[in-house]
């Protein structure tokens, strides 16, 4: 069990820096087009409590869906040990 935690979490770690690089990539792609409008925002986990900042209305509110969504996951995750007995 521990294993498969282990490597879950690895993977997930991986995944975000992949996502990471590709968001930087596809920024780069649409400057070099000469688009100059850029959107984004960011969502800081501290333990199962979200803080979500951004630069308008629409990305601010699709980022606090996935910090809610974040902080779901955290809590099933944590409680499925002791719920696991």
């Not at 590709?22 to 400057?31: D, H, P, Q």
């Not at 409008?37 to 960011?42: A, C, E, F, N």
């Not at 869906?65 to 007995?85: A, E, H, N």
């Amino acid at each position: 069990m521990d294993n498969l935690l282990f490597n879950v979490g690895l993977l997930l770690a991986l995944a975000g820096f992949a996502l990471a690089i590709a968001a930087v990539l596809v920024v780069i792609l649409r400057s070099a087009r000469g688009t100059r409008q850029v959107r984004g925002g960011g969502v800081v986990m501290i333990g199962p409590i979200p803080i979500v900042f951004g630069t308008d209305k629409e990305s601010t509110k699709i980022l606090l869906l996935l910090g809610i969504g974040l902080m779901i996951v955290l809590l099933l995750f944590s409680l499925l040990p002791v719920l696991w007995r």
